[in-house]
């Protein structure tokens, strides 16, 4: 399977545990994307990366959100301290650096914070 | 503040027939325009984009036109088909510099009827 991958698919945390997210971009991808669905509302840009490079960070909450795409290995979206509030889908996308809106979503993770 | 909209919750259309799925938007900057088709616990998959230079794109059974002075796009689909059930995403962006950010429509949840 070529595609993204996502893992895992569901996550269940406590308040104030920490939630790992992670992300495998398609193969031959360098770029890839972080969204955020909250129950209701649309897809929210959170950060844009490419290898060993945060991009564009903008739709990041300001506080226990980072992001990291490391030389080798997944991507990681970490989540300190998880509060209610941080319940939803989590979408990565990756795209070819020629194609850079024609993103390719991976299946979500649906993190659940008790 | 909602820049791209989907006015249109739900559509339900026979197999055969035409769909329309329309999208307007009111950042007079928005220069790229895509669709993304949505199945229920995956991710959205990219179906076709236009640029604000054209007024019109055609893939398959698939068109995107353009409306700039209106702020408007539309999705063609000819001839729906029972597969083609599921929610549908307008996105835009600015085509500039570093800028990755796709700001999405709340979708339209399209059912095609047998």
């Known amino acids: 399977n070529a595609g993204v991958m996502q893992n895992p698919r569901h996550l269940v945390r406590r308040r104030g545990q920490e939630a790992r997210l992670r992300c495998s971009p398609m193969k031959g991808h360098s770029h890839v994307y972080w969204y955020r669905q909250l129950p209701e509302e649309g897809l929210k840009f959170m950060v844009y990366l490419q290898k060993e490079n945060i991009i564009d960070e903008s739709g990041m909450p300001k506080e226990r959100f980072s992001a990291e795409f490391p030389k080798e290995g997944p991507s990681i979206l970490r989540i300190q301290q998880v509060v209610r509030g941080d319940s939803a889908a989590y979408f990565c996308a990756s795209s070819h650096r020629d194609y850079p809106y024609e993103q390719y979503f991976g299946p979500g993770t649906r993190l659940t914070v008790t | 503040d909602q820049q791209v909209k989907q006015n249109s919750p739900s559509l339900s259309v026979q197999e055969g027939r035409i769909s329309i799925l329309n999208c307007d938007y009111t950042?007079?900057?928005?220069?790229?325009f895509l669709w993304y088709k949505k199945y229920p616990a995956e991710g959205p998959t990219f179906l076709i984009s236009i640029s604000s230079i054209k007024d019109k794109n055609e893939d398959g059974r698939f068109t995107v036109f353009l409306n700039k002075s209106a702020k408007h796009l539309s999705l063609h689909i000819v001839p729906s088909q029972p597969g083609d059930s599921a929610v549908y995403f307008c996105?835009?962006?600015?085509?500039?510099?570093?800028?990755?950010?796709?700001?999405w429509g709340l979708g339209t949840s399209l059912a095609v009827n047998p």
């Open positions: 950042n007079s900057m928005f220069d790229y």
């Open positions: 996105a835009a962006t600015i085509n500039a510099g570093n800028n990755r950010k796709l700001i």
